[in-house]
């Protein structure tokens, strides 16, 4: 075959569908990056939300291993460090 016909050849179908499932792996990755974020940013604000509806203004002291929480991604539960 001829180096300009060559161009013009349809890639395989196992090619295309390695192709996709790369980019959806690396989408999810990059969802679940953002996902983990973004919970981290909520339980943040949710801490200032019950902080300053206790109508203390003054700096708290907080624990930064005991007041940890992270956010189980697949059942949405919050854990405690």
């Known amino acids: 075959m001829n180096p300009v016909a060559e161009l013009f050849k349809r890639p395989p179908i196992h090619a295309i569908a390695d192709e996709q499932l790369y980019d959806a792996q690396r989408k999810l990755l990059d969802h679940e990056a953002a996902a983990e974020h973004h919970a ?3 339980e ?4 200032r939300v019950h902080r300053l509806s206790q109508g203390s ?3 708290e002291v907080i624990d ?3 007041d940890t929480a ?3 991604l697949k059942t949405g539960r919050r854990l405690r460090a």
């Open 40 to 42: 981290a940013l909520a």
């Open 44 to 47: 943040m604000y949710r801490r």
């Open 57 to 59: 203004l003054r700096a």
């Open 64 to 66: 930064p291993v005991e």
């Open 70 to 72: 992270a956010i189980d």
